[in-house]
Nanobody, 121 residues
Framework: QVQLVESGGGLVQAGGSLRLSCVASGLTFGNYAIAWFRQTPGKEREFVAAISWSGGTYYADSVKGRFTGSRDNAKNTVFLQMNSLKPEDTADYYC???????????????WGQGTQITVSS
């Protein structure tokens, strides 16, 4: 059974930083691209960042230059370092795993349960 477990969310002031982690189990981690999405109430889930099998990255324009994705295949873990956080970054953040590197939610087969981030102004 595939499981993705996010951690690292919380409350932070604008301008602050957080680091999210996503630990995967039940899959051959090195074969999967991992992406981060976020969602606020009443809105569709939004692409944030994707990390390829080899560690290549792609970011949404809204987070480019502030967020950095990375992965440790030996630990089946992906990270999202979030700096210079803004109130508009407030959302539930989800990691997802898929065999294709992309930005659409339909690209990804497995999802975590999410972790909440609140950025206060």
């Amino acid at each position: 059974q595939v499981q993705l477990v996010e951690s690292g969310g919380g409350l932070v002031q604008a301008g602050g930083s957080l680091r999210l982690s996503c630990v995967a189990s039940g899959l051959t981690f090195g074969n999967y691209a991992i992406a981060w999405f976020r969602q606020t109430p009443g809105k569709e889930r939004e692409f944030v960042a994707a990390i390829s099998w080899s560690g290549g990255t792609y970011y949404a324009d809204s987070v480019k230059g502030r967020f950095t994705g990375s992965r440790d295949n030996a630990k089946n873990t992906v990270f999202l370092q979030m700096n210079s956080l803004k109130p508009e970054d407030t959302a539930d953040y989800y990691c997802a795993a898929g065999r294709i590197f992309g930005t659409a939610t339909t690209t990804y087969n497995y999802w975590g349960q999410g972790t909440q981030i609140t950025v206060s102004s």
